[in-house]
């Protein structure tokens, strides 16, 4: 179990975060891989990869972050490592409160069991009571609004009915603190309103929301605050218009070196004129 914020006010303190995933887990060893092994003359390969690092975060209750970066700066993890999935491999998380999260809901769908079965054993996985669970039912049938395919198996779901019955369930509990990871730009606008707007009622009943996004446009209107992230580490937290504007302008200084790379090397070298 992990501990508690020592602060008063904080639903979250991290301190000094750091996830490392083992490389040797997932290295394949092929004939190509040896040779280049080979070629190196000893340079040793890495063994791990430092996802985030020397990270520190608090989040009070009440607040609705935004984390937005480049794809591979670590996002998804520190959402992971909240929902307790990921177990830090330095620092500490404490945290104040009932995590709710679809990282856990939507990939913990039985795809043989009903929508309906589904909800019954999300209620269980989280620890609500079996009576209370039949009591959110309705609502959150009603709220995901997925017609008869309630009581058809999950397998036959779009990825879009998943996720809609995933932040129904993950929603309707009235979590404390609600991890959401590029979901409400799922489905139909009128859901993405709905959505929105169930998302705001959390936050305006002191719930935290932390939400992974590349709706930047999103991040501005409903967030209070945004952090940016790269290479597992933050790189602004504050005003999201602020960083915002800030990750966009960093985004265009990359394309922009990328670019001179390209043409750099795609120009031929201009042969060098010999002397008469």
């Not at 509990?173 to 998302?199: C, K």
């Not at 290479?231 to 265009?252: N, W």
Request: aromatic share 6%; net charge neutral.
């Amino acid at each position: 179990m992990r501990e508690q914020p020592k602060a008063r006010g904080l639903a979250v303190d991290i301190q000094g975060l750091g996830i490392h995933y083992d490389l040797r887990l997932t290295r394949r060893t092929t004939i190509k891989g040896s040779l280049v092994g080979m070629l190196r003359r000893g340079q040793k390969a890495p063994t791990h990869f430092w996802a985030l690092r020397h990270l520190n975060l608090q989040i009070r209750h009440g607040e609705a972050i935004g984390l937005i970066g480049p794809n591979g700066a670590g996002k998804s993890t520190l959402l992971l490592a909240l929902a307790g999935i990921l177990q830090p491999s330095e620092g500490s998380i404490a945290i104040d409160g009932q995590v709710s999260t679809l990282l856990t809901l939507g990939a913990g769908f039985d795809q043989e069991l009903t929508g309906r079965d589904n909800i019954a054993l999300a209620g269980a996985f989280l620890g609500i009571e079996h009576v209370e669970m039949e009591r959110l039912t309705p609502s959150i049938i009603e709220f995901a609004d997925i017609g008869a395919f309630i009581d058809a198996p999950v397998k036959t779901y779009s990825m879009g009915m998943k996720a809609r019955l995933g932040f129904s369930i993950a929603t309707a509990i009235t979590p404390d603190i609600l991890l959401l990871d590029e979901v409400l730009g799922t489905g139909d606008q009128v859901f993405r309103t709905r959505s929105q707007a169930r998302v705001r009622e959390l936050v305006n009943r002191a719930r935290v929301v932390v939400l992974v996004t590349h709706d930047l446009s999103y991040v501005t209107e409903f967030c209070g605050r945004a952090i940016l992230l790269e290479k597992g580490q933050i790189i602004h937290d504050g005003d999201p218009a602020e960083t915002v504007e800030l990750y966009r302008s960093r985004v265009r200084e990359s394309k922009l070196l990328a670019e001179a790379d390209a043409e750099r090397f795609a120009t031929p070298p201009t042969p060098a004129t010999s002397a008469r």
